[in-house]
Structure formats: structure tokens, C-alpha cells
């Protein structure tokens, strides 16, 4: 527990009316990553994020968000926090800067400020031409997007987005992901969840697989996947057999196989940083390659080893 | 002193005002039933009570006007009563999540609704006043101008502090329960009694003693009482009996509701701290 954990969580339990949610949880999030909590419906992501956001009482453990506890001191979570729900958290019949408006002046930020803070993120998710529509005549995607200029409205230490990219087509997708980089680079730590394999993969520093109420393991997204071990290099050169006779010897090369569409050399280690060396080495003894491919495993592929099951419902 | 419940007020009243057609009913409803009820009934009711004289020098009132400030009451009521189902609306599909995640205190969520509520009365109020006079209500008789600006003030302060009471209760209710059916349930069970074993329509004088009883400890008797004090006077005769009413009377009558709106306040303020909305 250093001094840049800006959430803290240990033994985190929770109970709905007999039916245990989260069973005894910890995990850190370190000051300016992108941390994910990746499972599958029901797994309790939403459940931890709303003890952590202070809207479900601490029923057992210890939750400190920002610097402060969430029993002790809720009001100042509440200050430091942005979130943005997994259901849509809209007034149908505000307009999108009636949404903006509002919230600013929940956090009581002061006019001025907060008209520039408007017109600023309205532009950054591109709802400027949408000021005025109703929010109910926005599609799904600029809800979020609306959501998420909404939480980022306070300048909170930590976002809170939970599946934020549920429901929205790959496009989309892809440029929510853009935005929620931007906002880590402005140095807001983000806690997502999310039960889409790439998403936790592509966006995150770090990475909880949770299922069934408890963490089933915790690393960054590259140190999840080279734990099964097994990367794969596909190479295809001028004179395979040469080739094979050339990588004898290469310390991180477990087995090599030959067939007619090349080699498939199985590395015991993190196979990207091996790849140049056999690149070299098959070049430096003169052999031309006419094709490379590097297979590592994926999230999926993790997550099966781990959990001993596909991901239920991974489509949304 | 922090002032975000003006923020949820502003909320409020522009939903109040975005809607037409619930604004335009809300606004209707009253002098509908001023210009139906109020106008039928009192051709019926002057006509049983003329037989009765009023007593030498007492001040007579007829029924239309009488039945104003029941009607009066009665539309803060209803709308009192249904002025927190937004926040029903808003637990279920809108802003509660919103509101309740962020560091405005939660007093300030039912003190905005309840403000608007209160607002959304005043309004009523007024047009039944204005239209009641196109009506031939004759609010009051012989006041000097600044004793009617007093009366208005006077009549204002008792529907405030009644509807902020029943806002309050409207608001608990709501934070309890799951689906506007419900509360629509439970507003239909309560309006009746309130309602009718009031003095809104008729004079309590006539009542069996239990009812009798009842009425004095509905809140909206002393509604009543205070607004026909403020727009009749302190003493006069309508529906076959003599009203007199003293300042001890009138300051009892917001005393009681000054009571009651504080109490539902703090049951509301429970509700909101222990509400958990996910
Ligand atoms: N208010 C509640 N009352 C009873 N059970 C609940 C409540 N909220 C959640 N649960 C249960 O707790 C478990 C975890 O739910 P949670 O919403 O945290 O899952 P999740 O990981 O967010 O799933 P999803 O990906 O579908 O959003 C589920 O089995 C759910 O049925
Ligand atoms: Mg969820």
C-alpha cells in the first residue's frame, strides 16, 4: 500500500438479503492507471463499484477511495469521485447542456467555470451540434458519451466507468476507448468494468478477473497472458530446414515444428521480446523470411485457464 | 448555507413547465372544479340554507364562496400529495443515482422537490383566487387593500406550510416504494378521509362526535380554517352555521400544521439518509 494507491480494498464482502455478491475482495489501483475488472454478468463488478462510489453501505472491509474511507468519510469520496452508471442515469426531457448544467451545479461549481467546462467537454465527445436536443433523442452512443463528459465535469480524481462500452457497436467502441485514454493522459485514474476481453486488454494497465464475487487473478494485461506461457512464432523462410538448424541452441525456444506452411517455434517465454532475436538470427545466416507471425494468447485464452469456462455472454 | 437545492428546484420547474399538457390540466383542474362543482353545488346548497336566517348582524356567505377555500385546499392537497412521485420516477428511470453519489447533502433532494411542489401550489392557488372572482366568489368582503395584501400573505403562508408538510410525506412514500402505482394507491386511500371528514365542503358542526373528533386533527381542517379566516374574516355565516374564529384559533391552525410539516420533515430526512438506490 504505497502512497500512489488511490484505491485501497481489503476484504471487501457484500450481501444482498442471504445471497453473497462479493466474497471478500482485495485489490489496489495505483494513481493515473487504467485498471479493469474484467468477469462476466453477475461477477459483482457493478456491486464493488457502487460500495466504492459510496451508494452501497460498507458492509464488511475496508474501502478507502481518494484518500478517504468510505464509511468515515463519504462526503469527501463523493467530491473526489466521477462516475458513470452502467444503466443510462438521464433525465429523458433535459436537453444534453441541461444534463451538463445540472451536474455542475450539483458539485457547485461556480458559473463562469462552469459554462467554460461545458462548452470545453461538449466539444472533446463532440455533442456540441447536440446542446440542445432532448437526451432522449440522442442515440446510445452519445447517452454515454453525454455521461461521460458528465463525469468528467467535477475533474474527479478517479472516473468510475461502469461497462461503458456496453451495447455499443465496434465503431463506437473504438473511439470511447480513444476518449478514455485521453482522460487517463489528463492524469484521472479510471476503474472500469467491463466483460469484453479486448476492451480490458487493449485499455488497461492492470487487470482483476473476477467471477463469482472474488478476484481470481490480478496482473497487467501482457503479464496475464505470458503466465500460460506458450507464444507461438510462425516463420516462413527460403529454406526452413536451415532455418530450424540455425535457432538450435536459442535458449527461450521450447520445440520447433516443421510443416509444409513453414515452422511454429513454441517460445517458453514472452515471445515479442524473442522474436527479433530469431528474426536475426534466421537473416544472419543468410536465409530469407517471407513471412512472420507471432501468436501470443488471448484475454479469452486467460480467462478460460483461470476461471475453467468461456466467458458467459461476452456479445452484450 | 449551501444552495443546491435550488438546483433540483430548477430541475423541477423546468419539467414543470416543458410538459404542456400536465401543465395546462394542472393549471385547468381547479377551475373545473370551481366552475362544475363549486357552481352546482351552490345553487343546491344556497337553496337548503336560505331557510336558516343568519344571526342578526352576522356577515352571511354564500356558498360558492364558502366552498372556495375548500377547493383551494383541496387542489394543495392532491397536488402536495403527488408532488414526490418524481422522485419515484427519478429512483427508477432518471437522476437519483446522480444525485445521491454526489456530495450535495440529501435534505437538499426533498427540499427542492418540496419547494417546487410549494411553488406549483402557489400558482394553483392563484388562479383559483383570480378565477373564482370571475366566478362571483366574493373573497374579502369590505378589506381594505392592505388588509387583503395581508389576507393574501396569510393565505399563502397556511397552503405553504400545509403542502410543504404533505410534499414531505409524498417524498417519504416515494423514496419507500417501487412503482407509481403504488403511490397512486396508497394518495387514492388517503385523499378520501382527508378529504371528507374535513370542513373543506361542508361545516364539521353536523358531524357525529367521532368524525368530529377526526376532523380536528386533520390538517387540512386547519387549512381550511385559516384560509377562510384570511378571506372571510373572523366572523360570519355560511351553510347554516356561524363561524368565529379568534387569533388564538388561527395561530393554533399553523401551529398544528407548522407541527406537522415538521415531523414529516424529519421522517423524510430519515428516509433519504438510509435511502440505497443501485
Ligand atoms: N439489489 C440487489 N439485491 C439482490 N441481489 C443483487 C442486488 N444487486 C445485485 N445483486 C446480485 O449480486 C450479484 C452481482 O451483481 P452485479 O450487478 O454486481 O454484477 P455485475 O458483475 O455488475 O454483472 P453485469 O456484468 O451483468 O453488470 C448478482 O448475482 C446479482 O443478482
Ligand atoms: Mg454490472
Redesign the pocket.
Known amino acids: 500500500m504505497g502512497g500512489d494507491d488511490i484505491i485501497e480494498v481489503r476484504g471487501l464482502e457484500?450481501v444482498?438479503?442471504g445471497?453473497t455478491?462479493?466474497r471478500g475482495i482485495s485489490f489496489t489501483v495505483r494513481k493515473g492507471e487504467i485498471f479493469s475488472?474484467l468477469?462476466?454478468?453477475?461477477?459483482?463488478?457493478?456491486?464493488?463499484?457502487?460500495i466504492l462510489i459510496t451508494l452501497l453501505p460498507l458492509q464488511k472491509g475496508t474501502v478507502r477511495v481518494a484518500g478517504h474511507d468510505v464509511a468515515q468519510e463519504p462526503g469527501r469520496v463523493r467530491e473526489s469521485i466521477g462516475i458513470v452508471f452502467?444503466e443510462d442515469v438521464l433525465d429523458r426531457d433535459l436537453t444534453v447542456w441541461e444534463t451538463m448544467e445540472f451536474h455542475g451545479r450539483l458539485y457547485s461549481i461556480p458559473r463562469d467555470e462552469r459554462r467554460r467546462r461545458i462548452d470545453d467537454l461538449l466539444r472533446v465527445v463532440e455533442l456540441d451540434p447536440k446542446r440542445n436536443e432532448r437526451t432522449k433523442n440522442l442515440s446510445g452512443g452519445m447517452k454515454r458519451r453525454l455521461q461521460i463528459a458528465r463525469g468528467l465535469m467535477t475533474r474527479p480524481k478517479v472516473l468510475f466507468l461502469?461497462?461503458p462500452t456496453?451495447g455499443l457497436d465496434p465503431q463506437t467502441r473504438m473511439r470511447m476507448w480513444e476518449y478514455i485514454r485521453q482522460v487517463n493522459k489528463t492524469g484521472t485514474t479510471i476503474f472500469l468494468?467491463t466483460?469484453y476481453m479486448e476492451e480490458a486488454d487493449m485499455l488497461s494497465d492492470r487487470i482483476s478477473i473476477?467471477d463469482d464475487?472474488r478476484i481470481i487473478v490480478s496482473g497487467t494485461p501482457d503479464a496475464l497472458k505470458n503466465t500460460l506461457g506458450e507464444d507461438v512464432v510462425y516463420l516462413e523462410t527460403e529454406d526452413d530446414g536451415k532455418a530450424r538448424e540455425t535457432l538450435r541452441g536459442v535458449e527461450e525456444v521450447r520445440s520447433i515444428k516443421e510443416s509444409p506452411r513453414g515452422l511454429s517455434i513454441t517460445i517458453s517465454t514472452d515471445g515479442s521480446h524473442c522474436l527479433p532475436r530469431i528474426v536475426e538470427r534466421v537473416r544472419g545466416a543468410g536465409i530469407g523470411i517471407s513471412s512472420v507471425n507471432l501468436k501470443k494468447p488471448t484475454m479469452d485464452d486467460v480467462f478460460v485457464h483461470y476461471t475453467g469456462r468461456e466467458l458467459r455472454?461476452t456479445t452484450g | 448555507m449551501a444552495w443546491e437545492f435550488l438546483t433540483v428546484y430548477w430541475r423541477e420547474m423546468i419539467r414543470f413547465v416543458r410538459f404542456r399538457t400536465q401543465l395546462f390540466a394542472s393549471l385547468l383542474q381547479p377551475a373545473l372544479w370551481m366552475a362544475f362543482f363549486g357552481v352546482a353545488m351552490s345553487s343546491n346548497f344556497n337553496r337548503f340554507t336560505s331557510a336558516i336566517p343568519p344571526p342578526p348582524g352576522v356577515f352571511s356567505v354564500d356558498y360558492l364562496t364558502f366552498m372556495a377555500a375548500g377547493v383551494i385546499a383541496m387542489t394543495t392537497l392532491f397536488t402536495s400529495l403527488f408532488g414526490g412521485i418524481s422522485l419515484l420516477f427519478d429512483k427508477n428511470w432518471g437522476l437519483m443515482r446522480e444525485m445521491l453519489a454526489s456530495p450535495m447533502p440529501r435534505t437538499h433532494i426533498m427540499m427542492g422537490v418540496s419547494l417546487s411542489g410549494m411553488t406549483k401550489s402557489f400558482i394553483q392557488v392563484s388562479i383559483i383566487m383570480a378565477f373564482g372572482l370571475l366566478l362571483g366568489v366574493r373573497f374579502f368582503p369590505g378589506f381594505s387593500p392592505v388588509q387583503i395584501a395581508v389576507s393574501v400573505i396569510g393565505i399563502y403562508a397556511f397552503v405553504g406550510v400545509f403542502s410543504l408538510g404533505f410534499l414531505l410525506f409524498s417524498s417519504t412514500i416515494s423514496m419507500r416504494l417501487e412503482t407509481p402505482e403504488g403511490l397512486q394507491g396508497i394518495i387514492t386511500l388517503l385523499t378520501l378521509p382527508i378529504f371528507f371528514v374535513s370542513n373543506a365542503l361542508y361545516p364539521i358542526q353536523a358531524f357525529p362526535p367521532i368524525l368530529q373528533a377526526l376532523s380536528i386533527y386533520n390538517p387540512l381542517t386547519h387549512l381550511v380554517s385559516g384560509i377562510r379566516y384570511f378571506a372571510l374574516g373572523s366572523d360570519f355565516f355560511a351553510v347554516g352555521a356561524r363561524y368565529t374564529y379568534t387569533t388564538a384559533d388561527v395561530l393554533g391552525s399553523f401551529a398544528y400544521l407548522v407541527a406537522f410539516a415538521t415531523v414529516m420533515y424529519f421522517l423524510a430526512r430519515r428516509t433519504f439518509q438510509r435511502a440505497?438506490v443501485?
Open positions: 457484500h444482498f438479503d445471497f455478491a462479493v475488472f468477469g462476466p454478468n453477475g461477477a459483482g463488478k457493478s456491486t464493488t463499484i457502487n452502467q461502469d461497462e456496453q468494468t466483460h473476477i464475487g455472454d | 440505497v443501485t
